[in-house]
Each structure stands twice: as C-alpha cells, then as structure tokens.
C-alpha cells in the first residue's frame, strides 16, 4: 500500500545544472500537486497536474521551471539552469478528485541544495 | 484570494500541558479546512480536517479543532501533549467546489519539553 512517491530525497546540484525531481502518485490517483517550503515559511503551492494537462500553474516561477505528468510514469518537476534561490524542499501530493474529499497526500519531499 | 494566518510562530510547552495553536483564515468563498503535521525530514501527515456539519473536528494523536465561522478561526488543541507531539503544524484552506489545492499558513512549530 504505497504512498505518494518521491526522489530523490536529496539532491545536490552546481549553480547552472539542471534538476530533475519525480513523484508517483498513490495507487488509484489521477492529480499531482507540487508544493516548494523554503526555510521559515509554510508550502507554497506550485502547480496542480492531470495525466497529460497541466490545470493550474499559477504558482510556478515565469522562467526555467516546468512540471508534466506523462500518460505513463512518474511526474517530473524541472529546474533549468538552478541558482541558489531554488534549495528548498520539494513536496509532491496526490488526490483523486473525489468531490468534497478536500484531501491532498503528500511525499516525504525532494530536498534540493544548490552550491 | 484566500489565506491562512497563523498567529504564533513557535510555542514551547511541558509534557502534559494543554495546547493551543491558532489558526486564522480569510476567503470570500466557503472553505474546506485541515490541519498537517510534519516531522522533521518528513512530509505532511493529515492530523485533522473540516469539511462541514459538527464544527468540533476530532483527529489522530488526540488532537481537536473547532471551525468557527463569525471569527475565522481553526485553532487545534490537545488536553496533554507528549514529548512526540514536538513536530511543525499547518493549517491550510481550500475552496469548496474548487480543486484541492491548499493554501497554508506558515507554521507553528510545537515544542514539547521534559
């Protein structure tokens, strides 16, 4: 009885490079949500997937982010190009949409550290 | 837009004291709400959430909240905290007839000490 997926949990990467953070949803859901927790501050919702739609992007930065949820596979948060102010925790969470359930189930987190 | 406050960054307590964390909201719509808890390097567990009837949420670990609509309010209370209660606590919000997106506040860490 799998939860909601994610790696890797750390991640180190140079100023510059790319990074790439997966999470599988748990069994039978079909939406995504990315979250990022900086420092001191609470999760900031990010973007909110289907299998091949993005639905709401409303929190992801204008520049060098980017997310899918492929029909097969994980989905993938993408960071080109990372600086500094990216290291945060990454959180993914998963729903099935179910009307009125308002629950969200979230991963233990990407741990991204930028040098 | 919505958002969540909540009022005390950190609260330190002894074993076996009673607790309070409080949390307030704003939203012009009508809002689901819940309380996470999250230990460190680990992700959020669901203590608790408020969708609608009995506005006194039970949940795990002995935790309660009480939805109050006249002060947008959400505050989580336990009558006797343990040492393993020491985590960080979010309250979030989402909107009723929206996705379940959340938004939340920025945490309340809870220190329990011996």
């Known amino acids: 009885n799998a939860g909601v997926m994610q790696n890797p949990r750390h991640l180190v990467r140079r100023r510059g490079q790319e990074a790439r953070l997966r999470c599988s949803p748990m069994?039978?859901?079909?939406?995504v949500y990315w979250y990022r927790q900086l420092p001191e501050e609470g999760l900031k919702f990010m973007v909110y997937?289907?299998?091949?739609?993005?639905?709401?992007e409303s929190g992801m930065p204008k520049e060098r982010f980017s997310a899918e949820f492929p029909k097969e596979g994980p989905s993938i948060l993408r960071i080109q190009q990372v600086v500094r102010g990216d290291s945060a925790a990454y959180f993914c969470?998963?729903?099935?949409?179910?009307?009125?359930?308002?629950?969200?189930?979230f991963g233990e987190g990407s741990r991204l550290t930028v040098l | 837009a919505q958002s969540v406050t909540q009022l005390d960054s950190q609260v330190p307590v002894f074993e076996e004291a009673p607790v309070e964390l409080r949390c307030n909201y704003s939203?012009?719509?009508?809002?689901?709400l819940f309380w996470y808890v999250q230990y460190p390097n680990q992700g959020l567990q669901l203590l608790l959430k408020y969708l609608s009837g009995s506005t006194l949420v039970k949940g795990i670990n002995g935790f309660e909240a009480e939805f109050n609509k006249s002060q947008t309010s959400f505050h989580l209370r336990k009558p006797s905290v343990h040492i393993s209660d020491t985590a960080e606590y979010f309250c979030a919000l989402s909107t009723q007839g929206g996705s379940e997106k959340l938004v939340f506040g920025k945490g309340t860490k809870l220190t329990v000490n011996p």
């Open positions: 069994k039978g859901h079909s939406h």
């Open positions: 969470a998963s729903s099935t949409r179910r009307q009125g359930s308002g629950e969200l189930f």
């Open positions: 997937l289907q299998k091949e739609n993005i639905i709401d």
């Open positions: 939203s012009s719509v009508s809002v689901y």
